[in-house]
């Protein structure tokens, strides 16, 4: 067992994926008793993921009796005689109080949004307005970048509330933020040295490296990407998310910004990659203004979608190039055709030129506002217990569990209450900042407003149950 086959696009963990999978593995006979573990660096190196994730899972597999750690001689499996279905990781959880289905599952997922607010009516009508008047031009392929219309009314978008100076031929549409970093990567096809903020959004990690490109994780601080760090290696392209840092949402001053596009502007062949993540919902202050529109040379890519603003079953995303990026995109990628059908582009620029997106947009600031000050103010019943970052903006918090040391089954012991909070530590690409505390990303976009309370309310009775465990075990140690 070299590899592990992960769904990227799963909400479950990584860790507990990988766990899930060597149980089955020691469940079905595939692994035996003896049996010799790849090491953490192997695995973690075969599958081009955080050696931290490999762990957590070994770990947790160590814990719970499936595997043995030998002292400088690494992981084998252990002898079980009878082996059941363990009951920890599945969506339905088998618990002494009974079956814990999906429904029942308390969930604080960081990656939806609020569904109940979508305007499906307006998008019906649009959308049967599109139908009635489709023509043949509307049945063709379309131009490799997306309708005109569509990316004439992005550009406008853009300019009037992220500030990004761009023309409809600079702008690309696509399947999703990930479909427009494959490009990017077939973009250059000599192999470049990319610097990725660290924690980051883990998929454009294993996209990037995927493509055989290198990359060297820099640390993020409380301003942003150590650009101290960053003028030091040989990178010649930066991914960063200055306006909302993701997962971590630390913002990126003036000051750091334009130090970084004088890194940029230092040599030819030198991007930043600004993925503006979550960059519509500000709740305090003014909205932070995109990199891009400070950048006067043409060294910022942008990228950002529809997924957050309208909802993820979208997978509508957009990029804007430099001018000598497009040359190149033109010469070098023009044998793609667009991934986005030609009457969803038709819907969302009707949408977006008759003022419903803006519309729309605002009544969202409010839902999610009103969410988030609900959230912060719930949170007090844990007092000085933790420390919430990330706010203000996005629509999860980061909350560290000052008084639990980083334990993967913590994440494990919720969900045996029905409650499913999500890990920070997969999101970092190595160990250099393994984090010493619990760390879960708060996701309270998808939760309903009458519930909020009641679910804070749930999770402290959850973390007060595992304080006296935890408490317990350190007792019996």
Known sequence: ??????????????YQQIYRYIIQQISD????????????????????????TVSAAYDQLVSEGFLEAVEKSGYYVCQISELYHPHTLKTERETTSGILDKAAILDFTPFTVDISH??????????????????EEVLQ????????RLRESISNYLLDSRGVHCTP????????????????????????????????????????????????PI??????????????????????????????????????????????????????????????????????????????????????????????GMRVGYMVLPTDLLDMYHKNLSYYSSTVSRVEQAVLANFMTNGYFERHLNKMRKVYKQKHDLVLRCCRIFGDQIEISGENAGLHLVVTF?????????????????IRLYDLSPHYIENTMKLDRINALLGFAGIDMDSIESSIHQLNLAIQKYKQQYVNSLDNS
Request: with cysteine; hydrophobic share 35%; glycine share 6%.
């Open 1 to 14: 067992m070299n590899t592990i086959l992960l769904n990227v696009n799963s909400t479950e963990p990584m």
């Open 29 to 52: 006979g595939v692994l035996k008793a003896g049996d010799k573990m790849p090491s953490t660096r192997t695995l973690s190196q075969n599958m081009s993921i955080s050696r931290n």
């Open 118 to 135: 979508f305007p499906y009516a307006t998008w019906r009508k649009l959308y049967n307005n599109c139908i009635s008047d489709m023509n």
């Open 141 to 148: 392929p379309g131009n490799i970048q997306g309708d005109y």
């Open 169 to 216: 031929e600079q702008v690309i549409v696509g399947a999703g933020n990930d479909y427009l970093i494959q490009l990017l990567c077939q973009l250059f096809k000599e192999k470049r040295h990319f610097a990725m903020e660290d924690p980051v959004y883990i998929r454009a990690y294993q996209i990037i490296q995927g493509f055989g490109h290198m990359v060297a």
């Open 219 to 312: 640390p993020v601080e409380s301003d942003g990407i150590n650009l101290s760090i960053l003028e030091h290696s040989n990178c010649d392209i930066a991914y960063v998310t200055p306006s909302h840092q993701y997962p971590l949402g630390v913002i990126m001053p003036i000051t750091n910004r334009l130090r970084l596009l004088a890194w940029a502007n230092k040599k030819p062949n030198r991007y930043i990659i600004e993925d503006d993540h979550d960059s519509e919902f500000r709740y305090k202050g003014r909205p932070i203004p995109a990199l891009q529109g400070e950048d006067s040379n043409g060294k910022v890519i942008y990228m950002g979608t529809f997924s957050r603003a309208i909802a993820p």
């Open 402 to 418: 000052k008084e639990f040391k980083n334990e993967p089954f913590f994440f494990n012991f919720m969900e045996t209450q029905g």
